[in-house]
């Protein structure tokens, strides 16, 4: 395994300042694909980081470094002394002795243990997604997080923390079988239609979420539907959008095509879909003769006019 020394530190006799700041000016601190960085469990005390690049911020002489890794590194954990779930995280980071005098010029991932936490040892999920400070440590200089660790006695859950270089993108296409779907009512579903997002965003830029699916209204006459974005368990922040809302007539189907503009702090958020008809009961998406199609995406808008992942 060969992990480069990062490009440009300020011994390689380059214009490093400038070289770093063009790196910052061009991408954001993080992965530069989806397989870069990427962490699996082959053992159930040992992570493997797969190879891939990234972008790491300098929290000295400003910039940022741009640093590769040609095979996967292994690290191994250890289970918490009080049986209890203890929460790691895996940073990588860079040394410059030019900047920070550390007698180094290279770049690491290493574990950065944390304190344990009392959580039942069956519910790690449940910290799946976070946008506070709780539990995260403070970053060492010059680094990025690519991981949390669930740490038990049996074992470890990755939640992945890696930050996007190009803007965090994620998306899910389903196309179900007959007679599947999710009935809305006059109160929202517990746990909001189609499958959960998660995803991590720098904080700096806006997400746009988009969602298009097909709706139907089967029987019982004209309904008054609802349908918004939940962050984190609570209805976003819509930035003057708002939710949207329209009439669906008596056995109309209506595909939509729906976007949102939001604004949402760094970290990991957790974002389902969700919605109320009025009257309750016979507002279907899907129907029970026909399959149904549900297509959305949430991205980190690099440039807000203009998305370059849109669909």
């Not at 009392?118 to 976070?130: K, V, W």
């Not at 991981?147 to 923390?161: I, M, N, Q």
């Not at 709706?215 to 019982?220: A, I, K, Q, V």
């Not at 690099?302 to 849109?310: A, H, W």
């Amino acid at each position: 395994m060969t992990v480069t020394p990062p490009f440009p530190v300020s011994t390689l006799g380059v214009p490093a300042e400038y070289v770093r700041g063009v790196v910052a000016d061009s991408l954001l601190p993080g992965v530069i694909d989806p397989t870069s960085f990427a962490i699996t469990t082959p053992a159930s005390n040992k992570i493997s980081i797969y190879p891939g690049w990234a972008v790491i911020p300098s929290s000295y002489g400003g910039g940022s470094y741009y640093v590769r890794s040609d095979a996967a590194i292994v690290r191994t954990t250890s289970p918490p002394a009080s049986g209890n779930v203890r929460v790691d995280q895996v940073i990588a980071f860079v040394r410059d002795d030019t900047l920070d005098g550390s007698g180094y010029a290279d770049w690491d991932i290493r574990l950065f243990t944390g304190g344990e936490v009392a959580l039942a040892q069956s519910d790690p999920a449940e910290l799946n997604y976070r946008s506070g400070a709780a539990l995260d440590a403070t970053l060492p200089a010059s680094s990025i997080r690519l991981a949390d660790l669930y740490v038990t006695t049996s074992g470890v859950t990755v939640c992945d923390r890696r930050p996007w270089a190009r803007g965090a993108f994620v998306r899910q296409n389903i196309t179900n079988a007959a007679g599947n779907g999710w009935t809305l009512g006059l109160a929202p579903l517990v746990s909001g239609f189609g499958n959960p997002f998660y995803i991590e965003c720098q904080g700096i830029l806006p997400l746009r979420l988009n969602l298009n699916c097909v709706l139907l209204e089967p029987s019982g006459g004209d309904k008054d539907i609802l349908l918004y974005p939940v962050i984190d368990g609570v209805a976003a922040d819509l930035a003057g959008t708002g939710p949207v809302a329209f009439r669906l007539a008596l056995g109309e189907q209506r595909m939509l095509v729906m976007s949102w503009d939001l604004n949402v702090s760094a970290g990991r958020h957790k974002i389902v879909w969700n919605g109320i008809s009025n009257p309750a009961g016979a507002f279907v998406i899907g129907n029970t003769a026909s399959t149904y199609w549900y297509q959305c995406s949430i991205e980190e808008l690099l440039n807000f006019e203009d998305s370059y992942n849109d669909f």
